[in-house]
């Protein structure tokens, strides 16, 4: 896979994922990334890469949900994240002074 072309991917899994096509792989910043946009890292990969992947993983929950998108530029890519930024992974922190309905603090 040889591309010039990149596309910007805005992933918002807490430690990002590893994207795998044959013997290429990609790693995506998540929501651990130094610097995020509306809760998602971004990171650049070949066009051709994320066709194949996103082809091949089509039916991935976190794809589906909109947890791992792709925009062809990054000024496009921050402007999705930032409208998704209420999206939920159900992966986030627990607040400790409001944990979780019928919990108090200690």
Same mark, same amino acid.
């Given at each position: 896979?040889?591309?010039?072309? @990149?596309?910007?991917?805005?992933?918002?899994?807490?430690?990002?994922?590893?994207?795998?096509?044959? @013997?290429?792989?990609?790693?995506?910043?998540?929501?651990?990334?130094?610097?995020?946009?509306?809760?998602?890292?971004?990171?650049?990969?070949?066009?051709?890469?994320?066709?194949?992947?996103?082809?091949?993983?089509?039916?991935?929950?976190?794809?589906?949900?909109?947890?791992?998108?792709?925009?062809?530029?990054?000024?496009?890519?921050?402007?999705?994240?930032?409208?998704?930024?209420?999206?939920?992974?159900?992966?986030?922190?627990?607040?400790?002074?409001?944990?979780?309905?019928?919990?108090?603090?200690?």
């Amino acid at each position: 896979m040889v591309s010039s072309a @990149t596309v910007t991917i805005g992933c918002k899994l807490p430690t990002g994922l590893t994207l795998r096509v044959g @013997t290429a792989t990609h790693t995506l910043a998540g929501a651990n990334a130094a610097t995020l946009i509306g809760g998602y890292g971004l990171t650049q990969v070949p066009e051709d890469f994320w066709a194949a992947w996103s082809s091949n993983y089509a039916e991935y929950p976190p794809l589906k949900l909109g947890l791992v998108f792709a925009q062809p530029t990054a000024q496009k890519a921050a402007a999705q994240a930032q409208e998704q930024a209420s999206l939920r992974t159900g992966q986030e922190a627990i607040n400790p002074q409001n944990p979780s309905p019928g919990i108090t603090p200690v």
